[in-house]
Nanobody
Framework: QVQLVEYGGGFVQAGGSLRLSCVAS????????MGWFRQVLGKEREFVAA????????AYADSVKGRFAVSRDNAKNTVYLQMNSLKSEDTAVYYC?????????????????WGQGTQVTVSS
């Protein structure tokens, strides 16, 4: 059983930056990918970014390319999401996800575990 705990959400003005962290514990040995999704009330949870646990390969949604950076620290079992040049449309609850497959980047259904979510609010 993998437990995911997110840190780092908050309130920021447009153009500002935030860094989210997600610490994994438990059965991490089978985790191949970790990623970030976000959800606005009344809308579907959408993919933001992901990183392969072994090779460090990354993937991003078009809406965040060039502004967000995902990375991982294997020794700390932690994945990060550095968010720069934030926009009001980035406001959402951000969820960390862990998966045994890189197909996580194509479908949230591939996530085996979820964190509790952390609110990010960007004021315009």
């Amino acid at each position: 059983q993998v437990q995911l705990v997110e840190y780092g959400g908050g309130f920021v003005q447009a153009g500002g930056s935030l860094r989210l962290s997600c610490v994994a514990s438990g059965g991490t040995i089978s985790t191949k990918a970790m990623g970030w999704f976000r959800q606005v009330l009344g809308k579907e949870r959408e993919f933001v970014a992901a990183v392969r646990w072994d090779h460090g390969v990354t993937a991003y949604a078009d809406s965040v390319k060039g502004r967000f950076a995902v990375s991982r620290d294997n020794a700390k079992n932690t994945v990060y999401l550095q968010m720069n040049s934030l926009k009001s449309e980035d406001t959402a609850v951000y969820y960390c996800a862990a998966s045994s497959t890189w197909d996580l980047i194509h479908s949230k259904a591939q996530a085996a575990y979820w964190g509790q979510g952390t609110q990010v609010t960007v004021s315009s």
